[in-house]
Nanobody, 125 residues
Framework: QLQLVESGGGLVQPGGSLRLACASSQFSLDYYSIGWFRQVPGKEREGVACISSIDDTPNYADAMKGRLTISRDSTKKMVFLQMSSLQPVDTGDYYC??????????????????WGQGTQVTVSS
């Protein structure tokens, strides 16, 4: 079974940047679409970015478009999410998830099959 581990979260000041990482210890992530999702208390988990298995096409949530870059490093079995110009509204627990199959990715959590445990991002002065 695919196991995902997130890292890179932490406390950052408004306007700052973070790079989140999603790693697989066993299997290559090349044949999965990988998504990043944010969850805050009392709200549903929302997709912020994903990268497609079929051709690495990225897909970003409108609210964060222009501030995110998702990328895949096949040799390291990792997917990264570079976040810039962070604001307090970006605070939350960030999860990576993998969707089985060769397809264009979507930002719907119900499409994903495997999930990591999450990493916390806090944007505050």
């Amino acid at each position: 079974q695919l196991q995902l581990v997130e890292s890179g979260g932490g406390l950052v000041q408004p306007g700052g940047s973070l790079r989140l990482a999603c790693a697989s210890s066993q299997f290559s992530l090349d044949y999965y679409s990988i998504g990043w999702f944010r969850q805050v208390p009392g709200k549903e988990r929302e997709g912020v970015a994903c990268i497609s298995s079929i051709d690495d096409t990225p897909n970003y949530a409108d609210a964060m478009k222009g501030r995110l870059t998702i990328s895949r490093d096949s040799t390291k079995k990792m997917v990264f999410l570079q976040m810039s110009s962070l604001q307090p509204v970006d605070t939350g627990d960030y999860y990576c998830a993998a969707e089985v199959g060769l397809k264009q990715c979507v930002l719907s959590s119900s499409d994903y099959d495997y999930w990591g445990q999450g990493t916390q991002v806090t944007v505050s002065s």
